[in-house]
Every structure is written in structure tokens, then in C-alpha cells.
């Protein structure tokens, strides 16, 4: 009987060994398994393709630009990479391209259905309207189409002019109060190379609208996220302004030759932009692209051009030779 026993305890011995061996054993398996599978998963996984990556094709340089200025930069909701820069960061006339920024004033501020109210009177004795019709009437609005396709300037003045009836840091002077919200906006925007003393961009006796294309590339940034009207507006080729009765109209029509008569590969592409002269900026031109394979967008600035649409264009030829998108 004892041995009976014992031969019984030792049974029950190896029984519970085996027993407590089972749970390790299988976790064992389990974990191998797993980081089989998952190293399956890594070694079938596509990798993801970068972009833009350089394509080789093209040597910087052997690339020049005749400008004061020029950046150009990708940018999506990921990712931003800097494609071209040329003396980014120098302070430079900016003419027109300010209007960019009197755009976003009028519509981050202003009631756009209200009629654009200036009188008669001004718009025949003010040198300000010599290039421009408006009637009391007209919308604010429809001002901005004008401003932005032709540049026009006193299409800019006129909406600086009515700065009273909308903004808070009313000065005695509406335009000056317009101006200073136009800084106001700049420093807000991280803009500290940026500084504006008019809403058109025309020149004063040496003074001037100034910025860097660094900057200019950081504000069309932010026109795409936040006021992307503004470009949506600046990629019309023509506009025409009614008169509020309808019975008389002025035309308005693109200063931006890539929307008109000379179409480039990329011209579909464009998503919006503006252009600028004036005596002490020579030249200035910023054109965003779209890249519909990645939902980006190519913003490029020239500033101090003596033929801004050539450099644009030299610009816009050597970004697609050099990188894939």
C-alpha cells in the first residue's frame, strides 16, 4: 500500500509539472507567432514614397535668377520644404502684393453687402479715383475684384477710405487707421520684416511697402488656410463692375499674364497669386500652385524684377525639373 502510495505521489508530481509547463509554453508560441506575423506585415508594408524629392535633372547651381528676392516653398497639412531661396530674408519693395494683405482687412472686417457709400465728388476730385469708377452704390464687395485682378489702386484707396464705419482703432484719418490694421495684421502673422504705410503698395518719397519673399510666401500661406477668397478672386482673367442701375460698367481685367495669353504647362494649375511695380520695386510677382497628387501647394515669390513673368517662369520650370511631386 505505501509503495502504491508513492508510485500515486509521484504520478500526481508529473502531472502538476506538466500542468504548471503548459501556460509558458504556450504563451511562448503565442509570442513568437505574433512577432512572426508582425515582421511579415513590416516586410510587406510599401513604403511610403517622399515628396518632393529631387529628381537629379537639374543643378542649382547652374540656375540664376536676376531678382533682389525669390523663395519658393512646398506646403501641405503635414509637411513644408523649401525648394529655391535667393536673399529670402532681405527687407524689399513689395508695390501690389500689399493688396493682398488690404484683402484680408476688408474681409476679416468689413460687411461686404454694404454699398461702398463714397460720393460722387470724390470719386470726380480725388486723384486717388483717376484710374477707377465707383458709384455710392456700388458694394464693398465687388470693390475687391477690381483691387485684386487689375491691381487697381484707387479701387484699394476707396475701401482704406471707409475704414471708420468698421474698425475699432479708428485714427483721424480712415486711411491711416486702415494702414495700421494692415501692420496690426502683419505682427500678428509673425510678419516682423513686413510694413506697410498704404493700402495699394504705390511708392511715397522714399518710403515704400516692404517685406521679404520669406515673408510674402508666409502670408500667402496664410491666405490659403484662413482667406482663401482672395485668391480665388486673383485667378479670374476679367471682371466686370455694374453700376447699380446696371446701365454703365467698367471692366477689370488680369494683370497676370499667366491667366491670360500666354498659357504654360503649369497655368491649370495655378490656384491664385499677385502681381506688383512700382519705381523703387521694380518687378514683383507671387504664383501659387496646386499639386493635386498630394493636396499641396508650390508658393513662389520674385521681388525686384526687371521682367518678373521671365523670372516667374525660370522659377516656376526649375522647381518642376528639379523635383518629383
Same mark, same amino acid.
Given at each position: 500500500?505505501?509503495?502504491?502510495?508513492?508510485?500515486?505521489?509521484?504520478?500526481?508530481?508529473?502531472?502538476?509539472?506538466?500542468?504548471?509547463?503548459?501556460?509558458?509554453?504556450?504563451?511562448?508560441?503565442?509570442?513568437?507567432?505574433?512577432?512572426?506575423?508582425?515582421?511579415?506585415?513590416?516586410?510587406?508594408?510599401?513604403?511610403?514614397?517622399?515628396?518632393?524629392?529631387?529628381?537629379?535633372?537639374?543643378?542649382?547651381?547652374?540656375?540664376?535668377?536676376?531678382?533682389?528676392?525669390?523663395?519658393?516653398?512646398? %506646403?501641405?497639412? @503635414? !509637411?513644408? =520644404?523649401?525648394?529655391? &531661396?535667393? *536673399?529670402?530674408?532681405?527687407?524689399?519693395?513689395?508695390? /501690389?502684393?500689399?493688396?493682398?494683405?488690404?484683402?484680408?482687412?476688408?474681409?476679416?472686417?468689413?460687411?461686404?453687402?454694404?454699398?461702398?457709400?463714397?460720393?460722387?465728388?470724390?470719386?470726380?476730385?480725388?486723384?486717388?479715383?483717376?484710374?477707377?469708377?465707383?458709384?455710392?452704390?456700388?458694394?464693398?464687395?465687388?470693390?475687391?475684384?477690381?483691387?485684386?485682378?487689375?491691381?487697381?489702386?484707387?479701387?484699394?484707396?476707396?475701401?482704406?477710405?471707409?475704414?471708420?464705419?468698421?474698425?475699432?482703432?479708428?485714427?483721424?484719418?480712415?486711411?491711416?487707421?486702415?494702414?495700421?490694421?494692415?501692420?496690426?495684421?502683419?505682427?500678428?502673422?509673425?510678419?516682423?520684416?513686413?510694413?506697410?504705410?498704404?493700402?495699394?503698395?504705390?511708392?511715397?518719397?522714399?518710403?515704400?511697402?516692404?517685406?521679404?519673399?520669406?515673408?510674402?510666401?508666409?502670408?500667402?500661406? %496664410?491666405?490659403? @488656410? !484662413?482667406? =482663401?477668397?482672395?485668391? &480665388?478672386? *486673383?485667378?479670374?482673367?476679367?471682371?466686370?463692375?455694374? /453700376?447699380?442701375?446696371?446701365?454703365?460698367?467698367?471692366?477689370?481685367?488680369?494683370?497676370?499674364?499667366?491667366?491670360?495669353?500666354?498659357?504654360?504647362?503649369?497655368?491649370?494649375?495655378?490656384?491664385?497669386?499677385?502681381?506688383?511695380?512700382?519705381?523703387?520695386?521694380?518687378?514683383?510677382?507671387?504664383?501659387?500652385?496646386?499639386?493635386?497628387?498630394?493636396?499641396?501647394?508650390?508658393?513662389?515669390?520674385?521681388?525686384?524684377?526687371?521682367?518678373?513673368?521671365?523670372?516667374?517662369?525660370?522659377?516656376?520650370?526649375?522647381?518642376?525639373?528639379?523635383?518629383?511631386?
Amino acid at each position: 500500500m505505501k509503495t502504491e502510495n508513492k508510485k500515486n505521489y509521484f504520478y500526481k508530481i508529473i502531472l502538476f509539472s506538466f500542468l504548471i509547463a503548459i501556460p509558458p509554453f504556450v504563451w511562448g508560441v503565442f509570442i513568437r507567432s505574433s512577432n512572426n506575423n508582425q515582421e511579415e506585415v513590416v516586410e510587406n508594408k510599401i513604403p511610403e514614397v517622399e515628396y518632393p524629392r529631387p529628381s537629379g535633372n537639374y543643378n542649382e547651381e547652374d540656375f540664376f535668377l536676376n531678382v533682389g528676392g525669390a523663395f519658393s516653398l512646398y %506646403y501641405d497639412k @503635414e !509637411k513644408e =520644404e523649401i525648394l529655391y &531661396e535667393k *536673399s529670402a530674408d532681405e527687407k524689399l519693395p513689395i508695390a /501690389s502684393i500689399s493688396k493682398i494683405m488690404t484683402a484680408h482687412v476688408v474681409l476679416k472686417n468689413y460687411n461686404l453687402e454694404e454699398s461702398l457709400g463714397v460720393t460722387e465728388y470724390d470719386v470726380i476730385s480725388r486723384t486717388e479715383f483717376r484710374d477707377f469708377r465707383a458709384w455710392s452704390g456700388t458694394k464693398i464687395g465687388d470693390i475687391l475684384y477690381p483691387m485684386i485682378i487689375e491691381s487697381n489702386n484707387s479701387a484699394a484707396f476707396s475701401l482704406a477710405l471707409i475704414s471708420d464705419r468698421f474698425l475699432k482703432n479708428n485714427l483721424d484719418n480712415s486711411v491711416e487707421s486702415f494702414v495700421s490694421e494692415m501692420n496690426k495684421e502683419a505682427k500678428e502673422m509673425g510678419l516682423t520684416g513686413t510694413y506697410f504705410i498704404n493700402p495699394s503698395g504705390l511708392d511715397a518719397k522714399d518710403k515704400y511697402n516692404q517685406s521679404t519673399a520669406r515673408e510674402v510666401v508666409v502670408l500667402a500661406k %496664410y491666405i490659403i @488656410e !484662413k482667406n =482663401e477668397k482672395i485668391f &480665388e478672386i *486673383s485667378k479670374m482673367p476679367s471682371y466686370r463692375l455694374y /453700376s447699380p442701375d446696371k446701365t454703365v460698367y467698367y471692366d477689370a481685367s488680369t494683370t497676370n499674364i499667366f491667366l491670360s495669353n500666354q498659357k504654360k504647362e503649369w497655368s491649370d494649375k495655378i490656384y491664385g497669386g499677385k502681381t506688383g511695380w512700382t519705381r523703387a520695386a521694380y518687378g514683383c510677382l507671387l504664383i501659387v500652385l496646386e499639386v493635386p497628387e498630394t493636396g499641396g501647394y508650390i508658393i513662389n515669390v520674385v521681388l525686384g524684377a526687371e521682367d518678373r513673368f521671365l523670372e516667374m517662369e525660370k522659377l516656376i520650370n526649375y522647381v518642376y525639373e528639379s523635383y518629383i511631386f
